[in-house]
């Protein structure tokens, strides 16, 4: 089945440094990618919308400058948190739901997720 | 706007009995359905998902949900706990006419099932 590879699985930065996620597809083209934040204990926020080819859709209350994201192929999106604080530290899971209605049945609509990106910034 | 409701932030269950996470919706039109657990540090896993057809569904590990159209409802059950199922499920909705294919989640419920 189709499979999202999501890396690294932990970081653990020091304040003020950038750190990189890679999210890709890897039997299938994602054309859209999206990015969640995910608080101990809580359920799943949606940060923004990887579109290939154009500019990132941010959810209100998510900083663009901070959390920039690159879709630059059909199979990576990246999320690079920019300057990182303490109070970014969170876990971070990207999803790649197959499109076009030929994927869709395919995948019969599952949605694959990554395996999540623990980040720890001192 | 698509939401999802999960009223219980905890779900305890002896082994060997039965279980059921609750969830309800609210979607324009006919939704696509979905749950998924996650273990610590790890991921969403594909549970099970509604579409169209019969109401209960069928998923992985034993687990099934029944699609409820006048209740709204999406509830998780499975006839006899695992300590192994202990794990944090996620319900969560898509539109049908949701051309982004984005998921909509509820707040997860933790299910602890003891021994």
């Known amino acids: 089945g189709a499979v999202v590879s999501q890396h690294p699985s932990w970081v653990i930065c020091k304040s003020g440094t950038s750190v990189k996620i890679e999210c890709r597809s890897l039997?299938?083209?994602?054309?859209?990618m999206f990015w969640y934040r995910q608080f101990p204990k809580q359920s799943l926020m949606l940060m923004a919308t990887s579109n290939e080819g154009s500019k990132a859709t941010y959810e209100q209350g998510v900083e663009k400058d901070k959390f920039l994201i690159n879709h630059a192929s059909l199979t990576l999106s990246t999320l690079t948190v920019t300057s990182a604080h303490p109070e970014d530290s969170s876990f971070y899971i990207c999803?790649?739901?197959?499109?076009?209605?030929?994927?869709?049945?395919?995948?019969?609509?599952?949605?694959?997720f990554g395996a999540g990106t623990r980040l720890s910034v001192l | 706007a698509q939401s999802v409701a999960q009223p219980e932030d905890q779900v305890n269950v002896a082994e060997g009995n039965p279980l059921t996470v609750k969830c309800t919706y609210s979607v324009s039109g006919n939704p696509y359905l979905f749950w998924y657990v996650q273990y610590p540090n790890r991921g969403l896993q594909f549970l099970l998902k509604y579409i169209t057809g019969d109401n209960l569904v069928k998923g992985s590990y034993g687990f099934e949900a029944e699609f409820n159209k006048s209740q709204t409802s999406f509830h998780l059950k499975k006839p006899s706990a695992l300590v192994s199922d202990s794990a944090l499920y996620f319900c969560a909705v898509r539109g049908i006419n949701n051309a982004g294919n984005m998921l909509t989640f509820g707040g997860g419920t933790r299910l602890m099932v003891k021994p």
């Open positions: 039997d299938f083209q994602a054309t859209t």
């Open positions: 999803s790649a739901p197959p499109q076009g209605a030929r994927e869709l049945r395919a995948a019969k609509n599952i949605q694959y």
